[in-house]
Nanobody
């Protein structure tokens, strides 16, 4: 069993910043691909950013240049630095860890609410 715990969400004004953290624990014996997804009310869950191996990253077009994903490789901890936040960034943000090859074993955190509003 793998457990993911997110933290760092909250209320922020447009243009502000937040830093999300995700700590993974449990049966993890090597560095795993991890990422962040988000889901806004009435919308599908969407990819925000992923980080593979020790540093290869991928971002959704909507967050490129504003968000940065990073990781602590030894601890399977991932971060999402969010700058220049917009109201459309408002969503529940979920941490993801992908284990193994197909069929993948995806683990999810409970989510943390990010609200961007004045």
């Amino acid at each position: 069993q793998v457990q993911l715990v997110e933290s760092g969400g909250g209320l922020v004004q447009p243009g502000g910043s937040l830093r999300l953290s995700c700590a993974a624990s449990g049966s993890i014996f090597s560095i795993k691909p991890m990422g962040w997804y988000r889901q806004a009310p009435g919308k599908q869950r969407e990819l925000v950013a992923t980080i593979i191996s020790y540093g290869t990253t991928n971002y959704a077009d909507s967050v490129k240049g504003r968000f940065t994903i990073s990781r602590d490789g030894a601890k399977n901890t991932v971060y999402l630095q969010m700058n220049s936040l917009k109201p459309e960034d408002t969503a529940v943000y979920y941490c993801n860890l992908r284990d193994g090859r197909f069929p993948y074993n995806d683990y999810w955190g409970q989510g943390t609410q990010v609200t961007v509003s004045s």
